[in-house]
């Protein structure tokens, strides 16, 4: 099943990395996959366009069914494999209710993160606000600090104590976060998240290729 599947992708990227998460998860072995680079902006070519008019990765095939939103890709896999591999969305009410909470909350930790980032890495120095830079490093430290509590109250993973949805498309942000130079010792709860699934065989066989061969920018190293 998995040989009529394709998938473009690009390394570091979350939202890539999130959906090779899932198909590992769902022992979907043996997919067609693509690397492409971002920096010679592969995303934007005529390969990528042709299935994805936005230029953006991932990018999926299923057979002559094509998903481009991270996401929409792991529901679509969970839900067509519900008996193969790992069960990613729990049967209980409450679990459940709590894996969609932790799930759908991600979006706004993600755009408070990536807020601060480019404030700090992509805006040119001379037209930096200080007032802008405050601000989002303010609403970053909170976002932080609310879901260090949040792990304080989980045994192992975001939504519980099994391996979720939840954790398919966190894990992703909260690595990235630490490979940009996120203090461990100021937010002990995420880094223990952050180390204790480092080692399961989903995400280590996933992991991020340009990750290993250099450490990131310490970009977030003030936060």
Known sequence: MAKDMTLLWGS???PCWKVMIALEEKNLKGYNQKMLSFEKKEHKSKEVMDINPRGQLPTFKHG???LNES???CFYLESQFK???NKLIPDGAAEQALMYQRLFEGFTFNQKMVDYFYQHSRVPEEERHESALKRNKEAAI????LWEGY???APCCVAGK???LADVAFYPSVAGLFHYGLCEERYPKLAAYYNGLKDRPSIKATWPPTWLESPGPDV???L
């Open 12 to 14: 570091g990227s979350p």
């Open 64 to 66: 002559d069914k094509v």
């Open 71 to 73: 996401l929409a890709i």
């Open 83 to 85: 008996s193969q591999g």
């Open 142 to 145: 909170a976002e932080l600090k």
């Open 151 to 153: 792990l304080d109250k």
């Open 162 to 164: 099994t391996f979720t």
């Open 220 to 222: 977030l190293k003030d």
